[in-house]
């Protein structure tokens, strides 16, 4: 067969073996390069890290007959949360110059206050280089074939159990003819010279050699496969071979994208708001705030004077009207690929988008994409990753386009930056976590994106530590807190004052969705010492609240005011640790 044919047959065998099944969609390049993403930032962060995630192992499984699944290999399969953006390149993959990637944002919000999709240019760099450049430096360093070639090998341990098997028939055909002649000169021979016949014919068998290749195992591993696929075909990978491995059999494309699915699956989740709202009039007036302790109590279903998140957002759903469909808003972010072909007979997409149609032909062309692509971006963003010391990574808003009018900022509890809008605010922020190194190495040349619209407009922010429940004592400054959602100081909180942010997150590696799945952290780090409370406290607190009310306290009155040393109707730990020291 010839080099060509033995290198068919390996792609198709390896295929196999590895249950390849191809996808492709197209992939978004951004070659465009700005000198300000290299200036001084407006506002600074540190990325976030997150804790390692490792994968859980299959139990098997007790019942009979029940197979247990292979583990994902794929890209698609190991990553549902993402859009696998595949490349259709015939050379080697260049996208994402400079490691710099470019999308949109498109929110009705956004839409009414600019007129037009904003416009995100983000340079990412890894251990202070693009993480393409990184990309492409993994993607070459295994590929060299180190083995003979896996069909050779195959090839001739066939011709080896061929010979042996010829080799054998032939010494048994012989050992046969002979017995017959023994057999037909002495029909008499007793048993025990059949025996030894038996015997001697057993003897002739050859021994049989051990095997010449170690047992094949599959592997998830991109280093592995990469050099399973060199020593297939004989060859050293070429640039295009690495980078079509890379994306479609083992990390994934460079450029993970999450779903749209994921973008507003909670947007329209406000259940503190509905709560307060009791007229159902779209606004939170003076005397709704005033009752919104009252408003909060009336959901405390098992009436243990704590009022948690699950409590409050079964009394919205109670409140909901059950044929209400809401309606969706279409993608909230979009690749430059994805705008282009956007066509009016879609109203819900092209609405989105009618801005960048510049001759009104009801289509958006690739070349009216180009040219949008090509203007200065609204915001521009530099996040450098550290797999080294992850501990100095930042994000860094270098730039907001000259006619936006935008307060940028870094969050309170800093996991992020805010880029306030008047309609609405933006919270980017970058996220990693610290595997092991050699996770790391696979991992540092891909990037995460995602945006989401986050819902629970009001009770992030309402629940200081947020740990979702609302004691006696936080309820307390209910009030107060809601008045900082007025804006305008009209005494009110209008759905607008109440809109929640757009999260934008950029990982490294599949991490983006990660972050993206809980309601965004607005916890502020406590400073107060906390005190061990006495036995006999610890047992009162049914609730866990770390006071005392009257109603969890079984003694008098008189017993409740003297330990009460402030007088705010609760007992504290430390109050009653005083009071214990008092005793001695």
Request: glycine letters at 4%.
């Amino acid at each position: 067969m010839s080099r060509l044919g033995n290198r068919n047959v390996a792609l198709i065998a390896f295929a196999v073996l590895s249950a390849f099944v191809p996808c492709c969609i197209g992939v978004a390049v951004c070659d465009d390069t700005s000198q300000s993403l290299d200036a001084e930032p407006l506002a600074s962060s540190p990325v976030k890290m997150l804790s390692s995630s490792t994968p859980e192992t299959q139990q098997p499984s007790m019942i009979i007959g029940v197979p247990i699944a292979p583990p994902a290999s794929l890209p698609a399969e190991k990553l549902p949360q993402y859009r696998i953006e595949l490349p259709r390149h015939n050379e080697a993959d260049e996208s994402f110059a400079d490691g710099q990637i470019q999308f949109a944002i498109t929110h009705p919000d956004l839409l009414t206050q600019i007129g037009r999709p904003l416009r995100v240019k983000a340079k990412v760099q890894v251990d202070g280089k693009p993480f393409s450049e990184v990309r492409s430096a993994y993607a070459t360093s295994p590929r060299t074939a180190e083995q003979p070639p896996l069909m050779e090998q195959l090839s001739d341990l066939v011709e080896a159990v061929a010979s042996a098997s010829e080799s054998v028939a032939d010494e048994t055909e012989a050992a046969s003819e002979e017995g017959n002649e023994e057999n037909g000169n002495d029909e008499d021979a007793d048993e025990d010279d059949d025996d030894a016949d038996d015997t001697e014919d057993e003897d002739a068998t050859p021994p049989i050699s051990p095997a010449t290749l170690d047992p094949y195992r599959m592997t998830t591993a991109p280093d592995e496969t990469m050099r399973r696929f060199a020593e297939a075909i004989g060859e050293d990978l070429t640039d295009i071979e690495s980078n079509w491995l890379l994306s479609h059999w083992t990390i994934g494309p460079p450029l993970l994208v999450v779903h749209p699915y994921f973008q507003s699956f909670r947007s329209d989740q406000r259940p503190a708001f509905d709560i307060l709202d009791r007229d159902r009039d779209g606004t939170v007036s003076q005397p709704e705030m005033l009752q919104s302790v009252e408003s909060f109590n009336k959901c405390d279903a098992n009436r243990d004077e704590v009022v948690d998140a699950m409590e409050l957002a079964n009394a919205a759903d109670n409140l909901k009207d059950p044929a209400h469909i809401p309606l969706s808003n279409g993608p909230l972010l979009w690749l430059p690929d994805d705008l282009i072909g956007i066509q009016e007979t879609d109203p819900l997409l092209y609405e989105l988008v009618r801005s960048l149609d510049e001759d009104q032909d009801g289509t958006v062309s690739e070349s009216e994409v180009n040219e949008w692509s090509v203007q200065p971006a609204d915001i521009e963003v530099s996040i450098n990753f550290s797999t080294a010391s992850p501990e100095s990574a930042r994000v860094d808003v270098v730039r907001i386009g000259k006619e936006l009018s935008a307060n940028v900022e870094p969050t309170a509890n800093a996991n992020g930056i805010d880029v306030a809008f008047e309609a609405v605010t933006i919270r980017l922020c970058g996220v990693q976590e610290s595997p092991s190194p050699e996770f790391a190495k696979a991992m540092s040349g891909q990037v995460s994106l995602g945006a989401i619209v986050d819902g629970y407009p009001l009770l992030p922010n309402l629940d200081p530590n947020d740990d979702g429940r609302f004691t006696i004592r936080e309820l307390r400054k209910l009030e107060q807190l809601l008045r900082t959602f007025d804006r305008d100081g009209d005494q009110s909180i209008t759905r607008s004052e109440a809109a929640s942010p757009i999260r934008v997150c950029i990982g490294l590696g599949p991490t983006a969705h990660r972050e993206l799945a809980n309601v965004r952290d607005t916890s502020q780090p406590e400073t107060s010492t906390s005190v061990t409370a006495p036995e006999w406290f610890q047992r009162m607190d049914r609730n866990l609240d770390n006071d005392l009310s009257r109603r969890e306290f079984p003694g008098t009155d008189e017993q409740f005011r003297s330990l009460d040393a402030d007088g705010d109707e609760l007992i504290d730990a430390s109050e009653a640790q005083t009071f214990e020291q008092s005793a001695e």
